[in-house]
DNA sequence: AAATATTTGCAACTTAGTTGCATTTGGCTA
DNA sequence: TAGCCAAATGCAACTAAGTTGCAAATATTT
């Protein structure tokens, strides 16, 4: 890991008053190093043999959304997807896109989407969540 | 089941030729009762004693789906809910409200969102998903 | 350095959903 | 109506993401 994203992970864990431990800074490390969101396996496999055990990890992202650094963006196939939270109000995260090609998943973060308005009196909207699904640049078949 | 929706549930599965065995009318049927996705549990719920075996409820249902009488209305707590796709189209479906209180799901059928449009060439988005969460008016603490 | 509370790793578990295969059934034909 | 056959069902076994309990290890405090 560079020193300046593991100096970046250490300032992060200071600022929510978690420990520094070696898990945390690598897990942090690697949301950190890419620009969307990640399952825990990729996470895994991106630390290869020095990943942390699965549950460290799942435990560990489990803090970080506790502690609002990182947060569940969403489930695909019956498998969460975890990013860092800075790019997100409490109420909504930019759409993510995922191609139903190759599977890449594509943080529309330039993308502002309206929240839904409550039908009627008494709904309290606490969240919104986005997901699209089709082709990618890449996979487009008109392309 | 009211003979009404059966007879409903009998001509839906002839549209679509598919056979009229007892689980999928049963299964229609449940669908056709309640105006809110439910979930494989759920519907052997509904079903009780008579229910099919869950491997039926699955395969049924998917056969549904590819014929386009049911969606896959979202996932949640790595659950899949289902719904009559009558009320969607192939882009996307109304909102879903989830009370994070409770647990009900709501079907915002009312209210429409704009599709995200890409933030570059090339993206295809062929579908779009909405899920919202917060409290119902039964739940909600400002009432 | 010792004490203490937190964190980690391992094994076992939970549970939604899937797969393989033998049996049953719907719909068609004779 | 009886018989045929592809389609559908039920059961058991399986898969895989995520969770739980607990003993061992580690970060922080004293
Ligand atoms: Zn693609
Ligand atoms: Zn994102
Ligand atoms: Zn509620
Ligand atoms: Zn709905």
Known sequence: ????VKQK?????NSVK????NPRVAILGVLLA?????TRDQISTRLG????????IYRTLE?????????????RERVWHFELADD???QQCHPHFTCISCGDTHCFTAVTMPMARSPEEGFVIGHQRVQLEGFCPKCN???
């Open 141 to 143: 078949p008109n392309a």
């Open 18 to 21: 978690l420990r520094r431990t």
């Open 9 to 13: 992970a250490m300032d992060l864990l």
């Open 63 to 75: 803090s970080f959304v506790r502690e609002g650094l990182v947060h569940r963006a969403f489930l």
């Open 88 to 90: 997100c109000t409490e």
């Open 49 to 56: 043999r020095d990943a942390p055990d699965k549950v460290t």
């Open 34 to 38: 890419v620009d969307r969101p990640l």
């Open 1 to 4: 890991m560079k020193s300046a």
